[in-house]
């Protein structure tokens, strides 16, 4: 269940992490395979929204919790590694942020 805030980004990083998937592995080779570029222009806007909303929830977290910086930029990092929030997500399960 999402209760605190540090719950709440985690769920904003995977929806985020998973529309980064969606454009490498779904949009992409629907564009360059089928040559229907369209799918990328709207899979590219609404990952590129989600994004905007990402960084956003980092800044609420980071200021709601004292996030550390270390965490906030390993947070933004890893928003341009395929499958990289993924992996962050458990890494945050596994320090004391979560309780």
Do not use: C, Q
Not at 1 to 13: A, N, Q
Not at 27 to 40: F, N, S, T
Request: avoid cysteine; hydrophobic fraction near 55%.
């Amino acid at each position: 269940m999402v209760k605190t805030p540090v719950d709440r980004f985690r769920v904003m990083g995977l929806i985020e992490g998973g529309s980064l998937l969606v454009l490498l592995f779904i949009a992409m080779p629907i564009k360059y395979g089928l040559d229907i570029p369209e799918v990328v222009s709207i899979v590219g806007a609404i990952h590129g929204l989600l994004f905007v909303m990402y960084l956003f929830f980092i800044a609420y977290v980071t200021y709601k919790i004292r996030w550390s910086y270390k965490w906030a930029a390993s947070a933004v990092v890893v928003a341009f590694i395929p499958f990289g929030n993924m992996i962050f997500d458990s890494y945050i399960k596994k320090s004391s942020l979560v309780n």
